[in-house]
Each structure stands twice: as structure tokens, then as C-alpha cells.
């Protein structure tokens, strides 16, 4: 069957290969495939692949259309969520970029002398975040914030070999669940410590009461991604870390550490973050960006999963050069003994968060951040004004923040969407901590005041009717 | 003639300042009317501005254009990358992929107002399990060897549920993908090595002396990454069975066997698929991917079946609310391997490279990778530099692996070289040294997407390396010369003293304030 995807395909090309290479029937070519399992043509044309035949690429557009078109679609301005994905403004030049076919349909760039654009560009993006981290190395990316976890925790046990981590009790359910998946098959413990139900920080007597010597890793999240805070004993709780010769990993937002002390700054050993607020859209949970980050300690880089980019010269001295580095960490190389089994990243995804950096600057990306604070601040007091529990934590909160409608918020949520708002997450759909009347509301810099006020307006209307 | 763009392109931090990218100028003025100054906790309270570029949109457009005009893709010319499988990429599935009405889905919408995309998630499950011969797929891992771990994770929650203590070891071909034993090793088990047969096959006594009581399962690729199909892959199955083990199919090579022979019809219960390899999805550089899992949904053990067992959601459809909604992992699965439901992206990609292709257009996609390749062989039949170990006189399917080992013991050109060579003369290389079984390996695959011309050209640039090698071996050792740079220097790239993996590192060295890395 000719296809134009597929060049060769015309009948008169085939034949001359097939007579070239010896062969009369094409069927000789699978001749050490057992017969019994060799598919017979008509069985597999008849399976419901697809539409059962080829669609033009008129057809093809229909059918996306429609799939598409059949959705919910809420603009940026509607989107009152969080938990893990946010909504952003993705600039023209940033999408642009993300389409030049030299990079989206590249491979992995094993061979450097002809891939030192793409190689420098990810090195970029590791710089970027290095000095927006202020962490020294960073990894080429992981496939989300939760897969980074995942792999902090192994790593940290790789380290110091021992089998206890303690994480907030408003961890992210998500990461969670994905770090006992990396977590369990190596009897790692995950030990819950406590917040404290006013403040939503970090209970620091339960931690203390619960950091024992043969605790691997401390983690914090930062902010919290499911109450919004963020927690003002992040130092304290590094120097509990260390006081037992246990790692600290933090989990952060790169927009916040723009506005917020950085985990370099508090001491971090690890830095995991979501690269998915910096130009990534939300494609309904993926393609996102695992950041993945630690100190400049040979011990901690040579136990990093995932790939590295160095920047070096040519052999000749003549002119700089980027091309992968501390390959034997990996598993094409070092197999079983490997720091992980990652290959394939999130190499796109990085380096549309360089584009996005590059693009915003210093000011550009402050604006966001500070922005992303204003309006859920703005937004918290003035649900507050309508009666509601906001913020149901009263610690420092950036972006997300709890409320408290006193009645189910899923049905809230629900006549909301009605209205035209996708209006926060149930959060007693997600974590077992929180009230069937509690909601995690998000905002960012895509909602303008007349956006909240309006938001502000229909709950008055659904209040009072 | 090939010539790569050379820009000396600066970074991102040396190409000036003071400019902006883009404006958010006064979004916050009217909230700090109300609001007044941004008051954060002085604990928490970052005090220095990170130094980030400071750029005007057209300056950071250029940077990126000159720097993308210095990479290399499928779209560039042919990647004949072994065991990646560089398809074409085709850009009506770019344009639906990257569509703002997905892009603005977020992942915790309510099922309810997804059902377009729920429709298509649940059909390309159905096709995939179909193509593959399995039951079930989950669309949710993010990648190949994040498929892998799922798999294994999968086989260690079977054995767990079903009391089988002592089973751990995975039982993987010397010939396999390092992320076979890497994954396996993740999940917690051992692995256990089998040599490859002089026919290419995984050794069949090694193999049956290999399993035993501990043995938890299989992890294997077919066709294998020599290109050529396990013939006695039922024997293998069976024999793994009736140990309790559980069959994982790496799915990286499937491109060779496409529309003629389906994993779930060899007995393999588990198996992956790499949509950015057989399903056209793009690279990106390195990522992001798509590896749903699919199985075989066999009895685990009373009331709990392998589809209980998956780490990841599944799209079904509810008869009683006519509805599509999705099934987030119970209590038997290992748990989540990523937040939210799957690079949907990726998968809108798959979607429409398969109802572009039909059944009809992906057996010819197969069968086009195998023809491709095969036609390449007899190409390089004549050649005294290059051989190709293992399996001699059999038909290779979707790649396959010259060895410059000939040609070395020669002239003392090495692969690398060789590779060198090609891209000079504007083709991407094979993967080089791998498989590990192979000396010198050349693994190549044009896959469906190349042209014959193209095939032929590859093959005559790489005899004519052979020439030159036998004329001056020095030669090869300065290619390339028309990249945009020339051979790098790995050793201070990888010193402990001259290593750099950031922008910071730099600065702070030149500051004395950070020494080796040791």
C-alpha cells in the first residue's frame, strides 16, 4: 500500500529492493518467525486499528476536530487550579521555538559535533535553573517534579544507605504515590511528619520527635502544592536534616524562588522542582518537566540520575564545545550497576523552560511571581469578605490557598463549571487530611482583577440564592 | 556537499543586558494599590535577583534559531540511529498535537468535561492492545524505560501477591537495551545474563540452565537489538511460565515485526511500546516520550486479575452513566509512576499517526523498515571493512549491526571514526558500540521514513570511509570537519578540576570559589 509518509512505498521502488535483495515475496524476509504466530492480513485489517483504513489528511483533521471540540475548554482566566499544574501565559516566541524541526526531531545527542546547538541549549537550561536554583548542578530533566522525587529518594539512599525518609503530611498525592512506586521495592520507609493545623508549616516537634539517626532524607515541599504555604521553617528544618547526617531535599516552584529564599540558600543537598509553569502548557498532565538539582559534592553528582551537559572545548583548543558528561552513570553504559534507568527525559520540555526563562528575564519571570502572589492574596481576602474560611492556613502562601465553603465543594465546583469557571480541586478527593468543604484554589498572572471579581461575583450570586 | 552552520553563538548570559523579553509591566499595579508592598516572612525572603538574561524577544529568537540551526533531526536528514527508530514526524500530527484547545486541558478536570479527549484516550488503548495482541494498556508511563519499571514493578506486586518468596531474578539477554538490567535493578531484583548464540538467538541452554525456582520473569526485546527475531520464542515462554515467571516484551523494536507478529501472541504477558519510536511521536532532543504498558490480563491470584496490577489509570467507558471515565490505580497496583494521566500530547501524536496509516498503512510501515534495511545489507555485502556478526545468512528486520571490527584490525579506524565520517557527509550516525556483544557495532536503522537514494548514499559514503582508511589511516581521526565544530575534548570535560555542567560552576570557579569536584 503506498503511502506518502512512507517513500518507498510505490509498488515499482518495492519490487526493485525485493529483486536486489533475492527475494520474491516479502514473506521470505519473516521466515524465522514460527508460522503459527505470523498475522494473517485480512485477520489484522479486520482488528479495528484505527478507522480500519487509511484517513487523508482531511479526514484526520475531522476526526481531532471533533475530538477536541467535544471537550469543556476553559481559558486561561477560567482556570481557578492547581495541584502540581498551573495555568500560565505561554508567549508566541516561546511555542514558536518549540517547533523548529532541527530540535523536536532530534535524538539524544550522541554525537556532539553535530548536535552542539541542541547541546547548548540544554546546557542553557541547566544554567538557567542552576542560578534561579542557586544550586550548582542540574540535570538535563526528569519527566516530572514526581518521577524527580522518586529518583531524589533513591538517590539519597544510594548516599547514606539508610531506609527512612520523612515527608510533610501535605505532600503532593500525587508525588506521593510515585515515590512509593520508586520507593517500596527497596523497603524505604516514607514517614509522615506533621503541620501545624493552623499554620499549615511544618510541625517542628513532631519532625524533631521523629528524626532519628537512621533517617536517610528530610523533604519539604515548597510550597506546599496542595495548601499553597510555604513554610517558614525551611532552614531549620535543613539543619534538623543535617544534625543526623540525613540529606535534605526540596521540592520547589521555580516562578516562587524568584520571591522566596532559594534551596541553595537554605542548604538543600537535592532540589526537585515542576518545570511545567515555565512555558509548558497543561495538556491535560503531560509532557511536563522533572527538575532535578544537587551540590557541588562529587559524591551527590556521581549518584545524580539522568543526563548531564558539559560545557568543554574542542580537542584542538579552538573554540568552546557542549557535549554529554559522566556517561558511566548510566544505564546504556553501567546496566544494573546504572544511578537509574532513564534514557529518554523531558529534553523538549527543557528547553522550551530555557526559551521561557530566556525570554521573561529577570524582570519578566519577577513580574510573574509577584503576580502569582498579588492575586491569590487578593483573591483570599476577598472570599473571606464573602464569608467563606480563606485561607483556611494562615501561614505564608503563594499562588494556591485553601478555602473553607462549609458546604461540598464538589457540588460548589460543579455549579461553577456550569457558570463557566473551572472553580479548584476537592481536596478530599486527594489527600485523606482534608474536609469534603474544603477547595485548593490556584492563581497566576493570566487572571486580571476584573477575572476574580468576576469569579467573586458568582459565588455571591450562588450564595445568596 | 554538507556544511553544518557555525555561529559561535555566545550564551544566553554573554549577549548583553538591560532589555526585556516581555512586558508584565503593570499587571500588579492596581492589586498593589490594595494590597500595598509584597510582604513575605524575612526567614523566606529571597534578597538577590538571580542572574537571568536580560533580552529583547528578537535577540532571544535569534540566539535560539542559530543555535537550532546547529542541531540535527529526522527533519534535517536521515538519523539512522539504531534501536531509536527515527520516523518521520509528521506536522499535521504536530498541528493537532500542540493545539491550544488540549493544551489548555487541565489534568484535573472532571471526566465529565473531557469526553472528546476520554473518546480518543480509550481508543488508542483499544488499538494499541490491539496491535500488540494484549488485553489491556495503560497510557500512562512517560517513557520506555519508565514503561520497563512498570513492567518489572508489575511482575514483583504479582509474585508478592501470589506468595512467591525467593523469586528475584530477571532473566535478560546479553543483547538487551542497558535499561533492561537498569529498570530491573530499580524494581529490586537481580538480573541474570544469557549469552547470544552464533545465530543470533538468545542461547537456548543457557537459558533453560539459567531459570529456576528464583526466577521472577523475562525482559526481552524482539526482534532483538541485532535486528533478528527470537525464533524460539514460544519454547521461551512456555519454559518461563511453567516456572511462574512472567514474559516483559521490550517494545523499542517493534517497528520489525509491525502488522506481522504481536507480542501477546508469543506469550508474553507484559509488554511496552514506545509511541516516539513506532508511533512517529518526535524525539525532542532526548524527550519527552510516551511507553504505555499493556497486558495480558491473566489470574493473579482469587479475585484479583493482572489489569489490578497496572501503575497507571485506565479509560473505560460506563455503560450505566454513557460515559467515558477514567480508573485510577486500586489497591494491588504498585502506584502512580508519574503525576496525572500521561503525556497526552505524545499520545494525541500516536492517535493520529495511526488513523492516518490504518492497519493497512502500519503493516507497510513494518514491512518498509524491514525492506529498508535488508536492502542495506546486501548493499554492504561486498564490503571487506564491515561485517556483520551473529546470524550470518538470516534476514534482519527493522536494523541491523555492521561491526568495523575488520576494518580496525586493518587500519585502526574505529567506529567512532566511521561515524565521524558520516557526518560529514550530512547523515546522522548509528548508535556506535552497542549492542555491547558487538565489536566496533554500527547498529543502524533507516526505519520506513528513508529513501532508497538516501540508503544507497549511506552505503557508498561508508565504503568510501573504508578507501580512505586503507589509503591514510590518520585521516578519518580528524573528522569531522564539516560540523560546526570539530572532535571534543571529553577528558576536561569530565576532570574533576575542569568539569563545568553550569553557567555557575563557571562563574564561581573563575571567582575561587569552588574547587575540583571530588
Known sequence: MEHKW?????????????DYIGVKDILELYNDIPKEILINEKIWDNLGIGKKRPLDEIEVEKVIDDILNNNLIFKESKLFIGGGAWPHYVPAAVQYLAERGELLTAYTPYQPEISQGLLQILFEYQSLMADILEMDVVNASMYDMASSLGEAFLMSYRINNKKKILIPETINPFHLSVAKSYTSPHEISLVTYKVDPETGYADIEDLKSKSSD?????????????????????KPIGEIAHSKKALFIMGVNPTSLMIYKTPGELDADISIGEGQPLGLGLNFGGPYLGIFATKWNAEFVKQMPGRLIGMTTTIDGSSRAFAMIMQTREQHIRRSKATSNITTNSGLSAMIAAFYVSLLGKKGLKDVAEATWYRSHYASKQLSYLGFKSPLFK?????????????????????????GLLFGIPLSKYVTWAKDSWGLLSFTEVHSKSDIDLLLDKLKKIKGE | MFKQAKWEEPLIYELGSGREGIRFKEINDEFKKILGEISIPKEIKRENDPNLPELSEVEVVRHYTRLSEMAYGVDSGPVPLGSCTMKYNPKISLKLSTDKRLQLIHPLQPDSTIQGLLKALFEL????????????CTLHPAAGAQGELSGVLIIRKYHELRNNLNKDEIIVPDSAHGTNPASAAMAGFKTIEIPTDNSGNMDYEAFLSSLSYKTAGLMITNPSTLGLFEEKIIDVAKAVHEKDGLLYYDGANLNGILGKARPGDMGFDIAHLNLHK???????????GSGP??????????????????????????????MYKIRWPGKYSPGLMKSFFGNVQQLLWAYTYILSLGPQGLREAGEMAVINTNYFIKLMKDSKGYSIPYGSNRYRKHEVVLSAEPLHEETGVTAEDVSKGLLDSGFYAPT???????????????TESETKENIENFAKRLKEIENIA??????????????AVGRIDMVKANHPKTITPTYRVNYLRSKGLRGPLR
Request: charged share 25%; net charge negative; aromatic share 12%.
Open chain 1, 395 to 419: 501561614g505564608e502562601f503563594f499562588g494556591d490557598f485553601i478555602i473553607d465553603v462549609k458546604t461540598n465543594f464538589e457540588d460548589l465546583r460543579n455549579v461553577m463549571i456550569k457558570e
Open chain 2, 278 to 288: 513506532t508511533f512517529s511521536a518526535p524525539h525532542g532532543g532526548g524527550g519527552p
Open chain 2, 125 to 136: 488503548q483499544n488499538w494499541l492492545a490491539l496491535i500488540t495482541g494484549m488485553d489491556i
Open chain 1, 6 to 18: 512512507i517513500p518507498n512505498s510505490s509498488n515499482e521502488i518495492k519490487k526493485s529492493m525485493l
Open chain 2, 293 to 322: 504498558v499493556c497486558i495480558k490480563n491473566r489470574l493473579v491470584k482469587e479475585n484479583i486479575m493482572l489489569q489490578d496490577l497496572l501503575p497507571g489509570p485506565v479509560v473505560y467507558y460506563d455503560e450505566n452513566d454513557k
Open chain 1, 214 to 234: 537512621d533517617i536517610s532524607a528530610i523533604y519539604l515541599e515548597y510550597p506546599y502544592q496542595y495548601t499553597g504555604v510555604v513554610d517558614v521553617n525551611a
Open chain 2, 432 to 446: 556506535i558500540y552497542f549492542p555491547l556483544i558487538v565489536k566496533e557495532a554500527l547498529m543502524t536503522e533507516f
Open chain 2, 470 to 483: 586503507r589509503n591514510d589511516p590518520n585521516e578519518p581521526k580528524k573528522w569531522p570537519l564539516n560540523t
